[in-house]
Antibody
């Protein structure tokens, strides 16, 4: 079955760029759509954006100016970069798969906590 | 953005009893062309990723126990657990995928009474 695993630094300094990678097994990233979703401590879920199998992207307007997503087909990975981070970007970041541009998310990675602090 | 509002925020139910969680969208998520409601439900336990329970408002994901059921249409939806089990303690979220950005409800925390 499809499995996803997030990786990246757990601590990022304010104003710097948060970088995460999601490694996919059991499926090719040249198929499907691939999203990033986050959950700040004690808060709800927020969709960050997706990158499709073809490399097209769709970002949440609330974060669009700071977000970049990319695919690495050679490693079957996709990545998230979030620039100019502040403490408000502290969250558990999940990667997830979906079948179309607007769909439910399944499966999800285990999630990785990223803390923004100096 | 479509705002998803769940009620209640928290719920305590006795083992074996019915649990009902509501989700209301700020606009209809029913697509008239295919008569489908673009709504999903997830179960989220601490330290685990959210687990898909229901999509198209009422289609149970494979492997999900049949005590979980989704209903509703348009703007009002319900997730029902017919007979609460101890392993059902979790936070439950609804999510619309009718338009972008996809949005989630604030979550309902389900506990054992």
């Amino acid at each position: 079955q499809v499995q996803l695993q997030e990786s990246g630094p757990g601590l990022v300094k304010p104003s710097e760029t948060l970088s995460l990678t999601c490694t996919v097994s059991g499926a090719s990233i040249s198929s499907y759509y691939w999203s990033w979703i986050r959950q700040p401590p004690g808060k709800g879920l927020e969709w960050i954006g997706y990158i499709s199998y073809s490399g097209s992207t769709n970002y949440n307007p609330s974060l669009k100016s700071r977000v970049t997503m990319s695919l690495d087909t050679s490693k079957n990975q996709f990545s998230l970069k979030l620039s100019s981070v502040t403490a408000a970007d502290t969250a558990v970041y999940y990667c997830a798969s979906h079948a179309s541009g607007l769909s439910w998310f399944d499966p999800w990675g285990q999630g990785t906590l990223v803390t923004v602090s100096s | 953005d479509i705002v998803m509002t769940q009620s209640p925020d928290s719920l305590a139910v006795s083992l074996g009893e019915r649990a009902t969680i509501n989700c209301k969208s700020s606009q209809s998520v029913l697509y008239s062309t295919n008569n489908r409601n673009y709504l999903a439900w997830y179960q989220h336990k601490p330290g685990q990723p959210p687990k898909l329970l229901v999509y198209w408002a009422s289609t149970r994901e494979s492997g999900v126990p049949d005590r979980f059921s989704g209903s509703g249409s348009g703007t009002d939806f319900t997730l029902t657990i017919s007979s609460l089990q101890a392993e059902d303690v979790a936070v439950y979220y609804c999510q619309q995928y009718y338009n972008t950005p996809p949005t989630f409800g604030q979550g309902t925390k389900l506990e054992i009474k």
